[in-house]
C-alpha cells in the first residue's frame, strides 16, 4: 500500500535554531516527492520538489534531500524564524502515467518556532 | 495576478442544506481539483478533472458533486448527502497530470461549518 509517514507529528524550537522533519515513504513507482508548506488557515505552498535522480535541493534556509534507496526524506530549515511556524507536507508521486489520483500525502508536521 | 482563488473563505450552513464551494484560477491549468482537510489527517481527495467537461471520483467523493465546464472554473457542491460535512476545502490546479507537470498550486481554501 502506498503510504507517507511523517515524523514527528509536531515540533517546538526556539527561533534561530535549526531543525529537521523527516518523511519515510512506500510509494512505487516513485516519480516525485515535493514539501510543502501550510500556514494556518491558508492552502499549502510549494517548497521544494526532487525527481528520483536528485538527492538535495534548497529554497533560501530551506533544504530537502532525498534517498531514494531507503525511500526517506527530510526537510531541513536553518536558522529558524517565527514566520516557520507552520505545517510541513510530505507529499509523493507515483507514477502511473496520466492518472490523477496518483498524490500521496502525509499528515504532516507541525511546527512552532517561539521566541 | 495569476492564482487560484477560492470563495468564500468561511461558510457556514444549515444541516440538510446543499452549499457551492467555488474555485477559479487564470493559470491556464488544465486538471483542477478539491481536497478535503481535517484535523491530524493528511489531504484526501475528493474529485479531480482533468479536461473542461471530464472530471472523475476521489477517494472520498460520496455526498459530492463537481462540474468542470469552463477550464478556469471547478465549482464543489457539498449536498445533504455528506454525513460529516464541517472540513476546511482546499481547491489546486496543475498543468497536467504527469510527471513534472503535476505540480499542484493551491487556493487558500474555504473553510465549511454545518451548524
Known amino acids: 500500500k502506498n503510504q507517507v509517514e511523517q515524523s514527528p507529528q509536531s515540533l517546538i524550537i526556539l527561533e534561530g535554531k535549526n531543525c529537521t522533519l523527516q518523511?519515510?515513504?512506500?510509494?512505487?513507482?516513485?516519480?516525485?516527492l515535493r514539501w510543502y508548506k501550510q500556514d494556518t488557515g491558508r492552502g499549502p505552498v510549494s517548497l521544494t520538489i526532487?525527481?528520483?535522480?536528485?538527492n538535495t535541493k534548497s529554497n533560501g534556509r530551506y533544504t530537502a534531500t532525498l534517498d531514494a534507496d531507503t525511500k526517506q526524506s527530510s526537510l531541513h530549515i536553518t536558522a529558524s524564524q517565527l514566520s516557520d511556524s507552520a505545517s510541513y507536507i510530505c507529499?509523493?508521486?507515483?507514477?502511473?502515467?496520466?492518472?490523477?489520483?496518483?498524490?500521496?500525502f502525509g499528515k504532516g508536521t507541525k511546527l512552532s518556532v517561539k521566541p | 495576478d495569476g492564482g487560484i482563488t477560492q470563495s468564500p473563505k468561511y461558510l457556514f450552513r444549515k444541516e440538510g442544506q446543499n452549499v457551492t464551494l467555488s474555485c477559479e484560477q487564470n493559470?491556464?491549468?488544465?486538471?483542477m481539483y478539491w481536497y478535503r482537510q481535517d484535523p491530524g489527517q493528511g489531504l484526501r481527495l475528493i474529485y479531480y478533472?482533468?479536461?473542461?467537461?471530464?472530471?472523475q471520483k476521489g477517494d472520498i467523493a460520496e455526498g459530492y458533486s463537481v462540474s468542470r465546464e469552463k477550464k478556469e472554473s471547478f465549482p464543489l457542491t457539498v449536498t445533504s448527502a455528506q454525513k460529516n460535512p464541517t472540513a476546511f476545502y482546499l481547491c489546486?490546479?496543475?498543468?497536467?497530470?504527469?510527471?513534472?507537470?503535476?505540480?499542484?498550486?493551491f487556493g487558500p481554501g474555504t473553510r465549511l461549518t454545518v451548524l
Open positions: 489546486a490546479s496543475s498543468r497536467g497530470t504527469g510527471g513534472k507537470y503535476n505540480e499542484q498550486f
Open positions: 507529499v509523493v508521486s507515483a507514477n502511473y502515467g496520466g492518472s490523477q489520483g496518483n498524490l500521496i
Open positions: 478533472s482533468q479536461i473542461v467537461n471530464d472530471f
Open positions: 526532487m525527481t528520483f535522480s536528485e
Open positions: 493559470l491556464n491549468h488544465d486538471a
Open positions: 518523511c519515510n515513504y512506500t510509494v512505487s513507482p516513485f516519480s516525485n
